[in-house]
């Protein structure tokens, strides 16, 4: 079956613009991960999406940083007034809920360059 | 709270040799853990997974990993590695609570090259 995708693959923007990346989850996965890798910080957690729940936003780097996932499917994630230190690739993840679910699956990642 | 190390940055080892990738979590309670693999250009790929039971998991591509709770340890073995196997490794440490799942936490992974 289709596995996470995510658009664009790659998008370069300029200091100070707003930015909107978009995942679209497995179907009929309720969790969904965004995740950042960068060079020197490996890969960090953002934010998290589970079924109606509040989503856990521990993960954000700053209030520039915000989600959201309508219908509880396609997520989309919204970096304003981009910073260069917000250049890295994007990756989204979905996964089932419940045990022997947990296995997160990746998509491709959107590369960000801010110039 | 969690984290994981994966003490080894790049590793180069010939084609045909067996690889062992190491990887120590610190965690309060008994981990889900998981070992990715990344090529370059690609996302994320699952090798295999540890939730309970026997501690030596089997994974795809003939990889597998031994759980040692004793040493907080999750090390990825190979016995004969191939070309194809250079890429970056990454060994993460994850949680489950009630009906929900929480994010994973990622070591720095390990970058893995081959030689002829």
């Known amino acids: 079956g289709a596995g996470v995708s995510q658009s664009p693959s790659n998008k370069v923007t300029e200091k100070g613009k707003d930015v909107e990346l978009r995942c679209d989850p497995i179907?009929?996965?309720?969790?969904l991960y965004w995740y950042r890798q960068s060079l020197g910080q490996g890969l960090e957690f953002l934010i998290y999406f589970q079924g109606n729940s509040a989503p856990d936003k521990s993960g954000l780097p700053s209030d520039r940083f915000s989600a959201e996932r309508t219908g509880g499917s396609v997520s989309t994630l919204t970096i304003q007034r981009t910073q260069q230190e917000d250049s890295a690739v994007y990756l989204c993840?979905?996964?089932?809920?419940?045990?022997?679910?947990?296995?997160?699956?990746f998509g491709p990642g959107t590369r960000l360059t801010v110039t | 709270a969690q984290s994981v190390t994966q003490p080894d940055i790049h590793i180069t080892v010939s084609e045909g040799a067996s690889l062992e990738l190491r990887c120590n979590y610190s965690y309060g309670a008994t981990p889900y853990l998981f070992w990715y693999v990344q090529s370059p250009g690609q996302g994320l790929q699952l090798l295999l997974k540890y939730f309970s039971g026997d501690t030596l998991v089997q994974g795809i591509k003939g990889f597998e990993a031994e759980f040692k709770r004793s040493q907080s340890s999750f090390n990825l073995r190979k016995p004969s590695v191939h070309w194809s196997d250079a890429a970056e490794y990454f060994c993460?440490?994850?949680?489950?609570?009630?009906?929900?799942?929480?994010?994973?936490?990622f070591g720095k992974g390990t970058k893995l090259s081959v030689k002829p």
């Open positions: 993460a440490v994850g949680e489950a609570y009630g009906g929900s799942q929480g994010n994973l936490i």
């Open positions: 179907s009929g996965h309720t969790a």
């Open positions: 993840a979905s996964s089932l809920a419940g045990r022997g679910g947990y296995e997160q699956y």
